[in-house]
């Protein structure tokens, strides 16, 4: 199979014409990643002219998949927009309101934290889902973003999949599942297809869904909005960070050493930017056998639980292995959901009420007001 270029792709996109112009002539190319027959370009677009621009995507999308080799062809209309930078909290990265209609990251949504870590494969989705879900069982009004572009799985882990929708051609509606909203580049793709974009495309990615979903009003604010962020400690983790008005983040890792130096490194990468670091979970901490419920440590046990120490945050939660688990993240229900009753679904319970603990104590440290308990 000849190799497809760039040139090619940008040769078939001169084919289509807006406004007197095509689309490379004009300047709405905006970046283009080839991989293994899978072509994506980026249509730098006015969003008040999102509706109107959907013809031209799928023309454009037409034309690639014209050239010779081309296996799929995804065209995602972008739009810069103006972010003002979130301002380190000075000391120590206290709770910082997520939204307000004076210039708030987004509206009407009160606090945004993210779910994190150093490295994929300890489960930081399957937290993030779950604790989602429980903390809207808790009674909150949730969203979840699905932050992992290179890897997005809440289409699947939630069991929907459909595109969403823009009544307005403004601003998409985030879909609803198991109590939350969430929104996901997995919605907007082929989940076979391989996000095989460079660090702006991925950013502009990140804007779009926070600033251009609808995540609450003012007749339905949102309590807690959680980022689902990408693994790891690179640019598109940093420049959330530095962008998001994040009231905390929440660190996932396995018990194994390996595993806890990279949660080191993503405790450390908050701390710079003046996050505060909500806690630890030991995610896989031990595995419960199905038969017999004997409890095995594969991984070792504990070691999450003396990093959180050492590094003075507390440990939120220690969540077992059991097929159960996985086999509801594959259906697309999350055990908080389907099994609610299940020692499992105790654990993120636990983990949710230990994170909105914990964030009700940074606002009254902020506040300088006492705590109130009704017990």
Not at 299 to 308: I, N, S, T
Request: hydrophobic share 45%; proline share 7%.
């Amino acid at each position: 199979m000849a190799e497809i270029t760039q040139a090619q792709v940008l040769d078939a996109l001169k084919t289509i014409g807006h406004e007197g112009k095509d689309l490379v002539s004009a300047g709405m190319i905006s970046g283009v990643a080839i991989k293994s027959g899978a072509v994506q370009a980026a249509l730098e677009i006015d969003p008040q002219l999102a509706s109107e621009m959907t013809p031209i995507q799928k023309a454009a999308e037409a034309a690639i998949r014209g050239i010779p080799g081309v296996l799929s062809a995804t065209v995602i209309l972008t739009a810069e927009s103006a972010s003002k930078p979130a301002t380190p909290t000075p000391g120590g990265g206290g709770p910082r309101a997520a939204a307000n209609t004076d210039g708030g990251a987004i509206p009407h949504v009160a606090t945004i934290i993210a779910v994190a870590s150093g490295k994929g494969g300890v489960g930081k989705s399957t937290v993030a889902a779950n604790l989602a879900t429980a903390l809207a069982r808790q009674g909150l009004r949730i969203g979840l973003l699905d932050a992992d572009i290179y890897g997005p799985s809440m289409p699947r882990m939630l069991g929907r999949t459909e595109r969403p929708d823009s009544p307005d051609g403004k601003q998409l509606l985030p879909l609803e599942a198991h109590g939350i909203k969430f929104m996901s580049i997995g919605l907007m793709v082929d989940e076979r297809t391989p996000m095989i974009w460079r660090g702006p495309m991925v950013m502009s990615a990140l804007q779009q869904m926070l600033q251009d979903v609808q995540w609450a009003t003012a007749e339905a604010p949102m309590d807690i909005l959680v980022l689902d962020m990408p693994p790891g400690t690179g640019d598109a983790q940093l420049t959330v960070a530095q962008r998001v008005p994040l009231a905390g983040a929440v660190i996932v890792s396995t018990p194994q050493d390996i595993a806890l130096l990279d949660a080191r490194r993503g405790v450390a990468m908050f701390e710079k930017v003046n996050v505060s670091v909500l806690g630890v979970v030991e995610n896989m901490s031990m595995y419960i056998c199905p038969n017999c419920g004997h409890e095995a440590y594969p991984f070792g046990h504990g070691g999450a639980r003396a990093e959180a120490e050492a590094l003075g945050v507390p440990c939120l939660a220690e969540i077992p292995l059991t097929i159960g688990i996985r086999e509801q993240g594959d259906a697309g229900a999350p055990m908080v959901v389907a099994h609610p009753d299940s020692p499992e679904a105790d654990a993120f319970m636990k983990l949710a009420a230990n994170v909105h603990e914990a964030l009700q104590n940074q606002l009254s440290q902020a506040s300088g007001l006492p705590k109130i308990v009704f017990d």
